[in-house]
Structure formats: C-alpha cells, structure tokens
C-alpha cells in the first residue's frame, strides 16, 4: 500500500463524495445531460429527483464508470469512477429493466457471501440480511423469489461490501406502498452510519423522509437544489379556478404565486404557490372573474407541471392536454373554517 | 485480487447444482454411446481403430459441444437478459471478468464430461487403450475444447434469452450431424462430406480419431480449430464491447 508512485496520497477525507461539472452526455440527437453540475459531501444523503428522462439514470451510470461522460470533469471519492468502483468503496443498485436482476440457481445467502467477498472490507452476511430484511428468506433460491424480494436482494448486493458510497437508481420502482415505506425505514438506518447515499426518483413523497439535500433535474440540467422543505416551498400547491372572459394568460402570469397559469376558453386554472396572495392579487389587477375556487394540487401532478414544459409554456390551448387533470379538491372544512 | 477465483467459484459450483444441466451434458453422450455403440460391430474397423474406440471419441466430442453450449450459450442470455451481467459491472471485479469466468467455467465443466464418456467407453463399450493414450486423448480434447467455449459464449452474446434455445439446439444439431459425430463422414452424402470440412465438430473430433487410432494429431485440424478460436474470440470481444458501451441493456 502507499508504494505505488511517490509518498502515499492522504485520503483526504474532507473533500466531497463525489463531484460532476459541466458533464455533457448525448445518445446521437438526444442530449440527456447538459452541462450538469453536482457535488455531494461525504455522509450526505442526496436524492436526484426528476421526471422520466430527466437523466437521472444516466448521471449515475457516468458516476459508476458503467459509461464515461463526454465533456466535463467527474470525481469519485477522490478518483476517477472506474478506480473508485474497483477500490471496492462503491455499492449500486441499478435500474432494471424486465429481469430480476439476479442470476439463478443459488441462494440468496450465498450470493451475498460471494458478492461481498468481492470486497476489501465486506460487512458480515448475517447483518447484511438483517439490515434488507432478507433473513427469512436466506435459504430461498433466487429465481423463487417475488419482484419486491428481488429488490430487496439487489438492495442487498449494493451494501454487501459495507461502502462508503451507494447509488440507487429507482430503488422503489416496483414495490407496493408497504413494501416501499420498509425499504425507506431500512435506508434511513442504512444512511445514517455516516454512509454517502445517492439515490434517483420521481417521486417527490420519497425524498423528503430520507435525503438531506435534493437536487431536481430537468432535461440533463439542475432546476433545483436544496432541502426538501425548500423544494417543496418552490413547487405549486394550490390550484386557484375561475371563469373569465377574454384574459391575457402573460396577465395572470405577473400575479403573486402563481407560477403556472392555463387558460382555456373562459375557463382560467392557476397554480399558485401562495393561495392568498393570488387570490388579492387577482381582485387587486382588476380582471373580472366568476365562480372562483381553490383547491389543494396533488404535489405529484404539481411537482410534475415543475419540471415539465408546461412550466415554461404557461399557456395551454385546447389541443395540448394539461399535465394536471384531477386536481384534489381541498375538504371542505378548511374553507368553511370561520 | 481475490475476486475472479472467488466469482469463478461461484459459477462453477452454481453450473454443478443445475440438475438439468448436468444431466443433459453428461446423460446425453453418455445414453447415445450406450444405444449407438450396437448400430455397427463394435470391434469393426474404422479409421484405423475399432468402432466402440472411434464412436466414444465422437460421443466425447458431443459432450464437450453440448457443454459449453449450454454453459456459455445458454446461460449467458439468460443472464444478459436478467441485468445480472450489468449488476457484475458494479463489483469491484474488472469488466472483463465476466466473459473470461465463463470461458475458465466451461473448460472446467467440459474435462469431467469427457471422462465420464470416456469411463463409459472403458466400462460398457470395452475400449482399451494404453494409459498414454488415454492420457493424451484426453488432454487433446479438453485443450481443444476452447474453440466450443468461445463459441458458447458468442452464442450467449448474439442470442436474445427468447432465440438462445433455438439457436442452441440447432447449433448442437448442425454441428454434430454433419460433424460425423453420429454418421462417420464418409458415411454421409456427398454434399455433406465437403460440408463436414468447415466445422469445428469434424476438425475436433478429429483431432481425437487421430489419437485412438495412434497417430498424430493433425496439423490441419488444430490449425482449423485454432483459427476458429482466435475469430470467435474476436467476436466476443467485440460484442462484449458493444455490450459495455450501452448504458442500458
Ligand atoms: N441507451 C440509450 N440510447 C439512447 N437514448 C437513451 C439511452 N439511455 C437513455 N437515453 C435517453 O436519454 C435521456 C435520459 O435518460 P435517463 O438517463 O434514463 O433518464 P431518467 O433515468 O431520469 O429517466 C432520455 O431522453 C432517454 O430516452
Ligand atoms: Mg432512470
């Protein structure tokens, strides 16, 4: 160790997890990451939050050195991808497609045992089962296993070595509600040993029990960065309809809150971060409107309209369907409150 | 490293648990040598030895086919397909440990397979060679068996998890029929013989005919199957590389 070139290299345990600037990535025509900048602090927990296609998987694909960026500069604990993931310091748990994931005949205990011998320094088997929640199932052969276990084996396999550095690429995407609240509760343990946990999703409910930090992407680029309260403070809550004749959507654009507005015939819907202020701001500009009512936006739908091109468009004519069609309707309670 | 014996471990003790497997590569040179021993005399002369000495050759021949078909071929779809092989590639193992496990498996699968055709030979066909014979017919074929390794393997990388079975089957079928692993070739039409010249099944049963029958090895046939390996092991350099360079499978 340390003989390799020179004095030995201290690990500076200071610098970031993992650091991204200005990577461009393209499949031919399409541009999946565009010039995407991202830092990630040692211990952090961040979630990369976006729709399909944001680039997520992408991102985390050129941070394994499973593909390598284009332009830009990327740093894994110090190192490049390839050498960080070869240190054995790295765990991953990729987005799959149709399959398991998992090869064939043979237990799950062993394929942890072999898997984590794969590692310098590898966590026991037993607390790896433990800590997935898989020690029922130890002895279960791998192809009797059901979609939702089978993620928990390939969670399993990324924590095998006991890393200091996990990706999660849709660690969620196919599990029922409960099967989703356990996996976060084992995460959330799992994240809080000082690990580094990076981890992709689109959905907003998720991040915010376990990240520390969430950086949104859109179409390749950061659009956001912050704690989840204040992601959350920044996406539409509140929907603000009324009926009005002849109004100029860039109009409604200018009230306070509002952050999307979409008019369709006389039919006037606006998402509004702030219900109030939209609504003073409304009476105070002047336009005429009738039959008006605010109800909650479900923070999917909107988180959904944030990071779409309706965001950008504002307007939507009647042959574009709007990114949001079932809004929640507020209960009635809360508006008959004196 | 530790990692590649660790993996290679794994894998081969995985292929050894697969039932089907294993009777399906040794139960089937086996059974056949068994049925087909009687279909000529077993003492009659054939390529300067006895026919139970040439047909258990063939029959070992077919069994190392079939084995590395079915370990490389088979598996290897499969496994492409379950996103296994993309999930190796976020181990500390180095990305090429996957494809050159599975060669090192085949190889290790496909020398007791000879042996227990050969065993079969000695026990119910009454084949008797001299203990250097045995010894260097069964180095031969396993050492040549790395053209049907590559080969399983290619197959594995070409072949979708819905195509492979087809594809191997037709393979095994292809190749020994017109190998003159079943008909000697000089049984077989005309067209068929010429055909037989261009396949690695012919050259490398060949190589052990040539063995039985106390001759050298022919240069023609090694040569043959040696080029065959260093093309298809091009081959899977390539697909693998291709392989690699898609982020998502
Ligand atoms: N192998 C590929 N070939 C071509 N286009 C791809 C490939 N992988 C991803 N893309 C495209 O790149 C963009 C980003 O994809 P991806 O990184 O998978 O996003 P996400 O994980 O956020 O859904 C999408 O437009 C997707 O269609
Ligand atoms: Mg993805």
Same mark, same amino acid.
């Given at each position: 160790m340390g003989l390799r070139g020179g004095p030995p290299r201290p *690990?500076? +345990? =200071?610098? &970031?997890?993992l650091r991204f600037s200005g990577v461009v990535h393209r499949y031919r025509s399409i541009?999946?990451?565009?010039h995407l900048d991202l830092e990630v602090a040692r211990g952090e927990t961040l979630a990369l939050l =976006?729709? #399909? =296609? *944001?680039g997520k998987s992408t991102a985390i694909s050129i941070l394994l050195g499973i593909q390598r960026a284009q332009e830009g500069e990327v740093s894994v604990l110090g190192t490049d991808p390839r050498s960080a993931m070869a240190s054995g310091k790295v765990g991953a748990m990729l987005q799959v497609?149709?399959? $398991?994931?998992l090869p064939h005949g043979v237990k799950v205990r062993d394929l942890l045992s072999m898997t984590a011998r794969l590692y310098r320094n590898p966590a026991p088997v037993a607390r790896t089962l433990a800590r997935s929640g898989l020690t029922e199932l130890?002895? /279960? !052969?791998? !192809? /009797?296993? $059901?979609g939702g276990q089978a993620q928990r084996v390939r969670f399993a396999l990324a924590i095998a070595g006991d890393p200091e550095l996990v990706f999660l690429d849709? +660690?969620?995407?196919?599990?029922d509600v409960e099967g989703r609240r356990s996996f976060w509760a084992m995460m959330r343990q799992f994240s809080t040993e000082g690990r580094t946990v990076v981890f992709a999703t689109?959905?907003?409910?998720?991040?915010d029990a376990v990240a520390d930090r969430i950086v949104v992407i859109r179409k390749g680029a950061v659009v956001a960065n912050g704690a989840a309260s204040t992601i959350k403070a920044a996406v539409p809550t509140r929907r603000v309809r009324f009926a009005s004749k002849g109004v100029d959507p860039a109009r409604l654009r200018?009230?306070? =809150?509002? #952050?999307a507005a979409c008019v369709r015939g006389s039919q006037v819907v606006l998402d509004s971060l702030d219900a109030d202020a939209t609504v003073r701001a409304l009476v105070a500009s002047g336009v005429s409107f009738t039959d008006i009512e605010v109800t909650g936006a479900d923070l999917e739908q909107a988180f959904v309209a944030l990071t779409s091109d309706l965001a950008e468009a504002h307007t939507v004519d009647d042959a574009v369907a709007p990114a949001y069609s079932a809004p929640i309707r507020r209960p009635p309670a809360s508006r008959t409150a004196p | 490293m530790t990692g590649l014996p660790t993996f290679l471990r794994f894998e081969v003790l995985r292929l050894l648990r697969n039932v089907r497997y294993v009777g399906i590569t040794v139960g089937f040179p086996v059974v056949f040598y068994v049925l087909f021993l009687h279909n000529e005399h077993p003492e009659a002369r054939i390529a300067g030895t006895t026919w139970k000495t040439y047909f258990m050759v063939s029959m070992a021949s077919f069994g190392a086919m079939v084995a590395s078909l079915n370990a490389g071929g088979t598996r290897l779809a499969a496994e492409r397909a379950s996103g296994w092989t993309r999930q190796l590639r976020?181990?500390?193992? &180095? $990305?090429?440990s996957y494809i050159t496990t599975k060669i090192a498996t085949s190889m290790i699968i496909v020398l007791p397979v000879i042996a227990v055709v050969e065993l079969t030979g000695l026990l119910i066909g009454g084949v008797r060679l001299s203990p250097l014979t045995w010894a260097v017919l069964t180095l031969v074929l396993w050492a040549s068996a790395f053209s049907f390794a590559s080969l399983g393997v290619l197959v594995g990388y070409v072949a979708s998890s819905e195509t492979v079975y087809p594809l191997v089957t037709a393979l095994m079928f292809l190749l020994s029929f017109f190998g003159g692993l079943f008909t000697p070739v000089p049984d077989l039409p005309v067209v068929l013989r010429h055909a037989a010249a261009f396949l690695p099944s012919y050259h490398y049963a060949s190589l052990g005919w040539a063995v039985v029958a106390g001759r050298a090895p022919g240069a023609g046939d090694a040569g043959v199957l040696l080029a065959y390996a260093v093309v298809l092991g091009l081959a899977v350099t390539w697909r693998h590389r291709v392989d690699e360079s898609r982020a998502f499978a």
């Open positions: *690990a500076e +345990p =200071g610098g &970031p997890a541009v999946a990451l565009d =976006g729709p #399909n =296609g *944001a497609g149709g399959g $398991s994931g130890a002895d /279960r !052969q791998t !192809q /009797r296993l $059901s849709e +660690p969620t995407i196919a599990m689109h959905h907003l409910d998720e991040v200018e009230l306070d =809150g509002v #952050n | 976020v181990t500390p193992l &180095p $990305s090429w």
